[in-house]
């Protein structure tokens, strides 16, 4: 039993829809978008995507990205700093 007042900490585990898991680095958060650094013709594009539910490490990816797609496992890491990101969003 705890006392009225207590604070507590919990955990609370559920199911979640579907959608890719990614490392939270791989997905740039720039405002009202969130990008991720996908790989076309051998080159890096930065391609919207949305996303869904956040841990520690892990982002859910939802929409925007196919399972044959690959992306950056570190956006940040390859973006420069003075770079501007244009996001070519697909609807």
């Known amino acids: 039993m705890l006392p009225i007042g207590s604070q507590v900490k919990a955990t609370i585990r559920g199911a979640t829809g579907?959608?890719?898991?990614l490392p939270r680095e791989a997905v740039l958060s720039l405002g009202?978008?969130?990008?991720?650094?996908k790989k076309e013709n051998g080159f890096f594009q930065v391609s919207a995507v949305q996303t869904g539910i956040t841990t520690d490490s892990l982002i859910q990816v939802v929409g925007g990205l196919s399972a044959q797609d690959t992306v950056a496992a570190n956006a940040q890491f390859l973006m420069d700093s003075e770079s501007?990101?244009?996001?070519?969003?697909k609807l």
């Open 18 to 21: 579907p959608g890719a898991w």
């Open 32 to 37: 009202l978008h969130q990008v991720v650094l």
């Open 84 to 89: 501007f990101i244009k996001v070519k969003e």
